[in-house]
């Protein structure tokens, strides 16, 4: 298994307070991703990054905000929760990029409960 | 914004049975993965196909990709229960760093 750990695996917050998830990888693999999943909707990319200090943005990411100042640590911080932003968070890893077909390791998932 | 429509969004069939699953795009991708995931984890890639065309099989389990490299389909062989799970496929396009996921197919296979 990929070496990927997120954390935390679960939290409950109330609207308006900033939330930070993490991602620690193990495998030195440049291309890191964070994906939400909801019901009906796939998963859908918020923010990913091509190597430290190098990020862009994905397909909703309003009210997100990534820092990668490390290989092994992407962080996806939520500067003031919302009830919208309920979700089950994904970190993926990806030792290739652009032009290739390269395989998206998944961490176990961080279940966000914005009260 | 590409998407990736996939049908039926639930399935639900007896043991030994067969099924397919599509995915369909208006857009042309370079390549297509296919995803399994259970309750509690992340996706777990099953497969990537990159030739308009191809067809590639795992036990039971055959991808197509389609000609114009726009669709894709799963077919499943005499189900298993160990084939229940969320299939999500996912395209990526030329150039193109990110891969988009379609709306997935919840597969529930009954014993």
């Known amino acids: 298994d990929a070496g990927i750990t997120q954390s935390p695996r679960h939290k409950v917050t109330e609207t308006g307070t900033p939330v930070t998830l993490r991602c620690h990888q193990t495998e030195n693999h440049r291309y890191m991703y964070w994906y939400r999943q909801d019901p009906g909707h796939g998963l859908r990319l918020i923010h990913y990054?091509?190597?430290?200090?190098?990020?862009d943005k994905g397909e909703v990411s309003d009210g997100y905000s990534v820092s990668r100042s490390k290989t092994e640590d992407f962080l996806l911080t939520l500067e003031s929760a919302t009830s919208s932003q309920t979700s089950v968070y994904f970190c993926a890893i990806s030792p290739l990029g652009a032009g290739n077909t390269g395989e998206l390791f998944f961490g176990e998932g961080s279940r966000l409960t914005v009260l | 914004t590409q998407l990736l429509e996939q049908s039926p969004q639930f399935l639900s069939i007896q043991e030994g049975e067969n099924l397919t699953v599509y995915c369909n795009s208006s857009?042309?991708?370079?390549?297509l993965q296919w995803y399994r995931q259970e309750p509690g984890e992340g996706p777990v890639l099953l497969v990537t196909?990159?030739?308009?065309?191809e067809v590639k099989k795992l036990k039971r389990l055959t991808f197509q990709f389609g000609d114009a490299r726009k669709d894709s389909s799963l077919h499943i062989t005499a189900a298993q229960t160990g084939d229940t799970g969320l299939y999500l496929c996912a395209g990526r396009s030329v150039g193109n760093e990110k891969l988009t996921f379609g709306t997935g197919t919840r597969l529930t296979i009954i014993p």
């Open positions: 196909v990159v030739t308009g065309g």
């Open positions: 857009s042309v991708f370079s390549s």
């Open positions: 990054s091509y190597g430290v200090k190098d990020t």
